[in-house]
């Protein structure tokens, strides 16, 4: 059972903003609270990658290669660039009638995924996280990481997607107001780029 200071710890951790977060808030701007659970469950999934690499110790691998983790991190500078540029270029990207459906919920979640999957610090993190709540005599210390693992990964899916719907319930107000609309494409393509150059200048 998960203690309350790793429930406490993961909580801070989750609700802090990242590059998750900011697609999860764009994607409820522009499309809608179900749109927004979609990018909600494929940031969540992209945490499956990390969590599958620290379990099996790539981690530790990926810390001493110093090539490896440059290439993954290459890899996120320029899937954020690309959604940066994608966003600053779409004049429709805030402007879709009230009540329109979510466009190709594959598509969306495949794109949250790859905003987590290309996040190499956080392999790092998970391998630096989750060991310091885990019982060194747990006999089954892979289904007790499971278990955290999932547990954040719950946490996650439903920190997203509360933030999609507030994202959604001030949908209206965005779809009013041209001017507001092109203040977020431009704000949101700004953000995402800030991201890519914090990731891009961020340390092992």
Known sequence: MPSLEFLLTSAVVVVTPGAGVLFTVSTGLSQGR??????????????????AAT???????????ALAFQLLKLAGVLYL??????????RSAFAA???TPPQSPLRLVAKAVLVNALNPKLTLFFFAFLPQFMDPADPAPLRQFAVLGAVFML???????????LADAFRQRVLA?????????RGFSAAFALMAAKLALSGR
């Open 81 to 90: 660039l690309f959604l940066a540029w994608m966003t600053w270029r779409d």
């Open 34 to 51: 179900l749109a927004s659970a979609y990018a909600s469950l494929g940031c969540t999934l992209g945490i499956l990658p990390h969590m």
């Open 55 to 65: 379990a099996l110790g790539l981690a530790a691998v990926m810390h001493a290669g």
């Open 155 to 165: 946490m996650t899916l439903a920190v997203f997607v509360a933030y999609g719907a």
């Open 97 to 99: 009638a009230p009540g």
């Open 177 to 185: 107001s041209r001017r507001t609309q092109d203040a977020l494409r």
